[in-house]
């Protein structure tokens, strides 16, 4: 699944232009490895850093103190609390953020602040309605009646359908970009079994395309146009038309014309 998703992010962060990027969490995931903006960042939050800093340098993967100025600067951050100004960044990636969020709600809300207008975000995760997530789900539930389960999956936090998940993006308003599925095989530990699964992964993207274990969502942050309507200086305005004169007969006066001040009505002149 690591690697698969690897593949996705490479390819959809590739030709993303602009100046700051970020990703948050999973420092396994290199997600920014293939993008080219000078300034790009890994958000940890105070329990990964900690798990980080206890691993072996050998374990640490892409993540190690950057040799270069381009490459990629860890930082400690919490994805509800992003130490950046709002509209500064063009590019987050969320790989299984959400997921491992005490409030997916506010981690989403905080990258609508950071992103600038058309900005992107890429957000990975697990489908519940896959072979996967069903799996999880009945671990789950024999650990509720006690009867006991596997997890092998991560416990914390709730698996997000990609429906659900395009309903909050829409609501902060977000344009859905793109969405990849991925990772048919069911879940087995051997690799005899793995490879004798392999051909769902050729056939899953046609046969069953939203059964994948993992979805890769690509979307945009639109704001949209203001047009700002003052007064009409150049013109002056509009101006009222003036009241015409019209001389109208005075039947109490025999012959004698009084002038009055009349506006004409549909170009007929009406005689007193």
């Given at each position: 699944?690591?690697?698969?998703?690897?593949?996705?992010?490479?390819?959809?962060?590739a030709?993303?232009?602009?100046?700051?990027a970020?990703?948050?969490?999973?420092?396994?995931?290199?997600?920014?490895r293939?993008?080219?903006?000078?300034h790009?960042?890994?958000?940890?939050?105070?329990?990964?850093?900690?798990?980080?800093?206890?691993?072996?340098?050998?374990?640490?993967?892409n993540?190690?103190?950057?040799?270069?100025p381009?490459?990629?600067?860890?930082?400690?951050?919490?994805?509800?609390?992003?130490?950046?100004?709002?509209?500064?960044?063009?590019?987050?990636?969320?790989?299984?953020?959400?997921?491992?969020?005490?409030?997916?709600?506010?981690?989403?809300?905080?990258?609508?602040?950071?992103?600038?207008?058309?900005?992107?975000v890429?957000?990975s995760?697990?489908?519940?309605?896959?072979?996967?997530?069903?799996?999880?789900?009945?671990?789950?539930m024999?650990?509720?009646?006690?009867?006991?389960?596997?997890?092998?999956?991560?416990?914390?936090?709730?698996?997000?359908s990609?429906?659900?998940l395009?309903?909050?993006?829409?609501?902060l308003?977000?344009?859905?970009?793109?969405?990849?599925?991925?990772?048919?095989?069911?879940?087995?530990?051997?690799?005899?079994?793995l490879?004798?699964?392999?051909?769902?992964?050729?056939?899953?993207?046609?046969?069953?395309?939203i059964?994948?274990?993992?979805?890769?969502?690509?979307?945009?942050?639109?704001?949209?146009a203001m047009?700002?309507?003052?007064?009409?200086?150049?013109?002056g305005g509009?101006?009222?038309?003036?009241?015409?004169?019209?001389?109208?007969?005075?039947?109490?006066?025999?012959?004698?014309l009084?002038?009055h001040?009349?506006?004409?009505t549909?170009?007929?002149?009406?005689?007193?």
């Amino acid at each position: 699944m690591l690697e698969w998703e690897q593949e996705r992010y490479d390819e959809l962060v590739a030709d993303v232009f602009g100046y700051h990027a970020l990703q948050l969490g999973m420092p396994k995931l290199a997600g920014l490895r293939a993008n080219r903006m000078p300034h790009r960042w890994l958000a940890l939050g105070q329990v990964e850093a900690m798990i980080l800093d206890r691993q072996p340098a050998a374990d640490r993967g892409n993540q190690d103190p950057p040799k270069d100025p381009s490459e990629v600067t860890a930082l400690l951050a919490e994805p509800v609390m992003l130490p950046f100004a709002e509209s500064s960044l063009d590019l987050v990636l969320m790989p299984h953020s959400l997921e491992d969020s005490v409030d997916p709600h506010a981690a989403l809300r905080e990258v609508q602040r950071v992103l600038v207008g058309e900005g992107r975000v890429v957000i990975s995760g697990f489908n519940p309605y896959s072979l996967w997530g069903m799996r999880q789900a009945r671990a789950r539930m024999y650990r509720r009646v006690g009867v006991g389960g596997s997890l092998f999956l991560p416990e914390s936090g709730e698996f997000i359908s990609p429906g659900r998940l395009r309903d909050w993006l829409r609501l902060l308003g977000f344009e859905l970009d793109s969405i990849s599925f991925g990772c048919y095989k069911p879940s087995v530990r051997t690799t005899g079994w793995l490879e004798n699964y392999e051909f769902m992964d050729s056939l899953g993207p046609r046969w069953w395309p939203i059964l994948g274990a993992a979805y890769v969502i690509v979307a945009i942050k639109r704001v949209p146009a203001m047009r700002l309507l003052g007064p009409s200086w150049r013109n002056g305005g509009v101006k009222a038309p003036a009241p015409s004169q019209v001389p109208v007969a005075n039947q109490h006066q025999g012959s004698t014309l009084h002038t009055h001040l009349r506006m004409p009505t549909h170009n007929r002149f009406h005689q007193e």
